[in-house]
């Protein structure tokens, strides 16, 4: 009998090590973790990841998007749909979002520098023989205040109602891009390209040093104190827009329709105004030394208060303009009609002030 439990306990003993490998043998290995690509194109959510050089590949991501704060930089994802995504503080440096559908998306705070966001341009439409672009990048209502999209390329890409204040663009290349609805406030597009853009909405205080605006439609825009120091502007729509205080110093507006603009307080030194159509403008006490108005339509415009010295008024038309206490001295106004122009209190050009429309005013 003892030796039966003897044997019994012993069999145990020798065979539970077999037992328990054989149940280890059965239970499942630990799932291998995600790589951060993966996890990107499971979930969609993939925070503060290092996806570098990701290449979407014409895949397609889940509805819902979350990579805020992720490193992005160089990753193609030309095509992507991320509409509504959360993308801010994201890395896209030198990547490639042609085609990318980012209606709604937040890119606050996102660094775009170099990033290409259009594909390679195709001529859509001309304006006054002036070329614009076409690219399908969509980021309409996106909200980029205080993103870097320093050289971008951006070729008619729709920023529809998008957020931009405070946003670098520096050197990008919207041409033709629409930019209707748009919220400009302290941006920086210093150098950046506009040629045929359609801007509207609020503009005041942004920064477009040396841009290239030939063409564009900047109708409906609220541009008070926006810098245009040294910017290309021929041809350039600004009927009606109201640049009160805003710097034009040295900008050229050859051509450019200003009818009804106001341009208050504005700084012109400079600036260049041939054939421009400034009829209706309001020019009052605008800084406009040796600005060129050669050939401009000024007629019933505002220039009360303005200084005009040293400018080019030559074959201005002045019919019915208000010059109530400009400043004219030195001015060329060979050709300009100065007859039904109300000149009263003005400083002429040979430094007398003129008083006789005065009397007429009486």
């Given at each position: 009998m003892i030796d039966r439990v003897l044997l019994c306990l012993l069999a145990a003993v020798l065979c539970a090590p077999a037992s328990l490998a054989a149940a280890a043998g059965k239970a499942p290995a630990?799932?291998?973790?995600?790589?951060?690509?993966?996890?990107?194109?499971?979930?969609?959510?993939?925070?503060?990841?290092?996806?570098?050089?990701?290449?979407?590949g014409g895949r397609k991501l889940p509805a819902a998007v979350d990579l805020e704060g992720a490193d992005l930089a160089g990753a193609t994802l030309d095509g992507a749909i991320m509409i509504g995504a959360n993308l801010r503080g994201v890395h896209l440096t030198r990547s490639s979002l042609k085609n990318a559908l980012l209606n709604e998306a937040d890119l606050s705070g996102a660094d775009l520098e170099k990033a290409a966001l259009?594909?390679?341009?195709?001529?859509?439409?001309?304006?006054?023989?002036?070329?614009?672009?076409?690219?399908?990048?969509n980021l309409k209502r996106a909200r980029l205040s205080r993103a870097n999209l320093t050289g971008a390329t951006m070729v008619g890409v729709d920023l529809k109602e998008a957020r931009l204040d405070a946003a670098v663009l520096s050197l990008a290349d919207l041409s033709g891009a629409e930019l209707t609805g748009i919220s400009l406030r302290h941006a920086v597009l210093t150098s950046?390209?506009?040629?045929v853009a359609r801007i509207s909405g609020d503009i005041q205080f942004a920064n477009f040093g040396q841009a290239d605006l030939t063409g564009a439609d900047l109708r409906g825009t609220q541009a008070m104190s926006a810098d245009f120091t040294g910017a290309k502007m021929a041809k350039t729509n600004l009927s009606g827009v109201d640049l009160s205080g805003a710097d034009l110093t040295g900008a050229d507006l050859t051509g450019a329709n200003l009818r009804g603009a106001v341009l208050r307080g504005a700084t012109l030194f400079g600036t260049v105004l041939r054939d421009a159509d400034l009829r209706g403008a309001n020019l009052g006490s605008a800084e406009a030394r040796t600005a060129n108005l050669a050939g401009a339509q000024l007629q019933e415009a505002r220039l009360d208060f303005t200084n005009l010295e040293g400018a080019d008024m030559t074959g201005a038309q002045v019919e019915n303009a208000d010059f109530r206490f400009?400043?004219?001295?030195?001015?060329?106004?060979q050709d300009a009609d100065l007859a039904t122009a109300n000149m009263c209190n003005a400083v002429m050009p040979l430094g007398n002030v003129n008083l006789a429309d005065c009397a007429k005013e009486k």
């Open positions: 630990p799932a291998a973790e995600k790589s951060p690509g993966e996890r990107l194109l499971s979930d969609g959510a993939c925070r503060s990841c290092n996806l570098r050089d990701f290449a979407l259009s594909d390679k341009p195709t001529i859509t439409r001309v304006v006054d023989g002036v070329a614009a672009q076409a690219s399908a990048a950046a390209t506009l040629r400009a400043q004219l001295k030195g001015a060329n106004v």
